[in-house]
C-alpha cells in the first residue's frame, strides 16, 4: 500500500513537474481550453443581456462578482458604472487590460438562440439593445485572461490592474473613469492592453504600430432660415436648400483639399427639419461626424466643415449657422517598442500567417484616453469568423461579411473567445517580472 501511495505522489509531482516546464503558450492554451464551459456561460449571459453606456449596472455587477472570487481586490462604480480590479503579486510592473461594458441601442437580427431581446430607455425613447460591437466576446476574454494569469501566477511578479469601462460607444467612459481618479486613486500602469473583434478569420491576431483608430469629432449644425408657404418661396429663405447645398459641397474639403493619400472622412448620418411637404421650415439641424489619423488632416477637416457651413448659409442670404466641432475619440497610437516586444510571443503562439500587420481602422476608440496618459500601449484585433466564410467574402462577387454595428454580426463564440484569452494573457505574461 505504502508502495502505491508513493507512485501515485511520484506521478502526481511528474505531472506537475511537466506542466511547469511546458512553454507558457501551452500552459496558457491548455488553462483556457478547462475553462471554456464557463467561458461560454458568461458569454452567452452577457450577450443575451446587454446595457447600453453608463446603464451598464448588471453587467458591472457580473464582472465584479467573478473578479472578487478571483481574488482581485474590486471597486465599483468607477466613472459611474466602470470596475477598477487589482491584483497584487509581488514587486513588478503594473499592467493594465481594459474591456468595455456596453452594448448598442439597436435591434439584434442574427437569430441566434441567446440573442438580444432586451430594451431601455435612452434619449427619451425606447429601444433594444445588442452587443453587436463584440463588447461580450471582450469581457469573456478578460475574464478568463484574469483566471489564467491568477493561476500561473508562480510564473511572474507585478500587478494587474483589469478595468472594465463604461460608455465606449459614446466615447466617454474612458475620460469620466479619469476624472474619477483612475490614475490618482490607483497605481497607473506601466503598461495597458486592449483588444477589438474583428470581421477576419478566428484564430487571427492583428496589430500595428502607430495609429491603430481614428479621430473622432462630431458635427452639430444648425441652419436658420426664414419659414414660409411652399408656394412661395420666394418670400422665405429655405433652411433645407442650404443643408443640402452644405451635405454635397463639404465632401470637396476630401476630394480636393485634403492630401489624397491621408486618410480622412465627412458623414453626414442625420438631417431633421420640417414638418410637411408644403411648409418651409425656418431652420434644418445637421449632425454627422469627421475622421482622421493626422492632427494636420484633422485640423484642415475641422476648418473646412466650418468653413463649408458657413459659405452654404452666406451664398442663401441666411443668418450665419450654429456650428459646433465637438471633439470626441483621439487616434490610438500603439507604443512601436511595446508592439515589437509582443509581436514575437503571438508569432509563436499563433503562426506568422496568423499573427499580422494590419492597417487601422477607420472607427474610433476612447482606449487613446489611456495611453494618451503617457502610459505605453497596445491596442490589437482578434479574428471572430470561419475563415471559410472569410475567404468567400474576400471573393469577388462573394457573399459580405456582417461588420461590426451591424444587427447581423454573429462572432463564432468558440475559438475566437480562445484566442482574444490566450493573446491577451500571453501580451501581459511577456511585459510582467519573472
Known amino acids: 500500500m505504502k508502495k502505491r501511495i508513493l507512485s501515485v505522489a511520484l506521478l502526481i509531482a511528474s505531472s506537475v513537474h511537466a506542466q511547469g516546464s511546458a512553454?507558457?503558450?501551452?500552459?496558457?492554451?491548455?488553462?483556457?481550453?478547462?475553462?471554456?464551459?464557463?467561458?461560454?456561460?458568461v458569454y452567452?449571459?452577457?450577450?443575451?443581456?446587454?446595457?447600453?453606456?453608463?446603464?451598464?449596472?448588471?453587467?458591472?455587477?457580473?464582472?465584479?462578482?467573478?473578479?472578487?472570487?478571483?481574488?482581485?481586490?474590486?471597486?465599483?462604480?468607477?466613472?459611474?458604472?466602470?470596475?477598477?480590479?487589482?491584483?497584487?503579486?509581488?514587486?513588478?510592473?503594473?499592467?493594465?487590460?481594459?474591456?468595455?461594458?456596453?452594448?448598442?441601442?439597436?435591434?439584434?437580427?442574427?437569430?441566434?438562440?441567446?440573442?438580444?431581446?432586451?430594451?431601455?430607455?435612452?434619449?427619451?425613447?425606447?429601444?433594444?439593445?445588442?452587443?453587436?460591437?463584440?463588447?461580450?466576446?471582450?469581457?469573456?476574454?478578460w475574464l478568463a485572461a484574469a483566471r489564467t494569469?491568477?493561476?500561473?501566477?508562480?510564473?511572474?511578479k507585478g500587478s494587474l490592474m483589469f478595468i472594465g469601462q463604461?460608455?465606449?460607444?459614446?466615447?466617454?467612459?474612458?475620460?469620466?473613469?479619469?476624472?474619477?481618479?483612475?490614475?490618482?486613486?490607483?497605481?497607473?500602469?506601466?503598461?495597458?492592453?486592449?483588444?477589438?473583434?474583428?470581421p477576419n478569420a478566428y484564430g487571427t491576431?492583428?496589430?500595428?504600430?502607430?495609429?491603430?483608430?481614428?479621430?473622432?469629432?462630431?458635427?452639430?449644425?444648425?441652419?436658420?432660415?426664414?419659414?414660409?408657404?411652399?408656394?412661395?418661396?420666394?418670400?422665405?429663405?429655405?433652411?433645407?436648400?442650404?443643408?443640402?447645398?452644405?451635405?454635397?459641397?463639404?465632401?470637396?474639403?476630401?476630394?480636393?483639399?485634403?492630401?489624397?493619400?491621408?486618410?480622412?472622412?465627412?458623414?453626414?448620418?442625420?438631417?431633421?427639419?420640417?414638418?410637411?411637404?408644403?411648409?418651409?421650415?425656418?431652420?434644418?439641424?445637421?449632425?454627422?461626424?469627421?475622421?482622421?489619423y493626422s492632427p494636420a488632416v484633422r485640423a484642415k477637416l475641422l476648418d473646412g466643415v466650418r468653413r463649408v457651413a458657413n459659405a452654404s448659409a452666406a451664398m442663401a442670404g441666411a443668418p450665419a449657422p450654429d456650428v459646433a466641432l465637438n471633439s470626441g475619440g483621439a487616434a490610438i497610437v500603439n507604443?512601436?517598442?511595446?508592439?515589437?516586444?509582443?509581436e514575437a510571443v503571438l508569432k509563436d503562439a499563433f503562426g506568422p500567417a496568423n499573427a499580422f500587420r494590419m492597417a487601422p481602422m477607420t472607427a474610433s476608440e476612447d482606449f487613446s484616453q489611456f495611453v494618451n496618459e503617457g502610459v505605453p500601449s497596445m491596442f490589437f484585433f482578434t479574428g471572430v469568423y470561419d475563415p471559410k466564410a472569410v475567404a468567400e467574402a474576400e471573393r469577388e462577387g462573394g457573399k459580405p461579411l456582417a461588420f461590426n454595428h451591424s444587427p447581423f454580426y454573429a462572432p463564432v463564440p468558440e475559438p475566437s473567445i480562445k484566442t482574444a484569452a490566450n493573446a491577451m494573457t500571453l501580451a501581459v505574461l511577456n511585459v510582467l517580472g519573472r
Request: aromatic share 6%; with cysteine; hydrophobic share 40%.
Open 166 to 198: 463604461p460608455a465606449e460607444e459614446t466615447v466617454s467612459g474612458a475620460k469620466a473613469m479619469l476624472a474619477d481618479g483612475l490614475f490618482t486613486r490607483f497605481p497607473k500602469p506601466d503598461f495597458a492592453f486592449a483588444l477589438h473583434s474583428w
Open 44 to 141: 452567452k449571459d452577457l450577450h443575451a443581456n446587454p446595457e447600453i453606456a453608463f446603464q451598464e449596472v448588471r453587467t458591472a455587477a457580473k464582472l465584479a462578482a467573478e473578479m472578487r472570487k478571483l481574488g482581485f481586490t474590486v471597486t465599483e462604480k468607477v466613472g459611474k458604472t466602470g470596475i477598477v480590479a487589482i491584483y497584487k503579486n509581488g514587486p513588478g510592473p503594473t499592467v493594465l487590460v481594459r474591456t468595455e461594458l456596453d452594448g448598442l441601442p439597436m435591434e439584434e437580427k442574427t437569430g441566434l438562440p441567446y440573442a438580444s431581446r432586451a430594451r431601455t430607455q435612452g434619449d427619451g425613447r425606447e429601444s433594444f439593445v445588442t452587443h453587436s460591437c463584440g463588447h461580450d466576446v471582450h469581457m469573456a476574454s
Open 205 to 292: 491576431v492583428g496589430y500595428n504600430s502607430g495609429a491603430v483608430s481614428s479621430n473622432s469629432d462630431a458635427i452639430e449644425i444648425l441652419f436658420k432660415g426664414r419659414g414660409g408657404h411652399g408656394s412661395a418661396p420666394d418670400k422665405a429663405i429655405d433652411p433645407i436648400a442650404i443643408a443640402a447645398r452644405f451635405v454635397v459641397d463639404v465632401q470637396t474639403v476630401i476630394s480636393r483639399e485634403k492630401d489624397p493619400k491621408e486618410f480622412g472622412v465627412v458623414t453626414i448620418g442625420a438631417i431633421q427639419g420640417g414638418t410637411v411637404g408644403n411648409i418651409i421650415p425656418d431652420s434644418v439641424q445637421v449632425r454627422g461626424t469627421i475622421r482622421s
Open 23 to 41: 512553454p507558457l503558450k501551452t500552459q496558457v492554451a491548455a488553462r483556457v481550453d478547462g475553462m471554456y464551459p464557463w467561458l461560454e456561460s
Open 335 to 342: 507604443n512601436e517598442a511595446l508592439v515589437l516586444k509582443t
Open 149 to 156: 494569469l491568477v493561476e500561473l501566477k508562480v510564473q511572474w
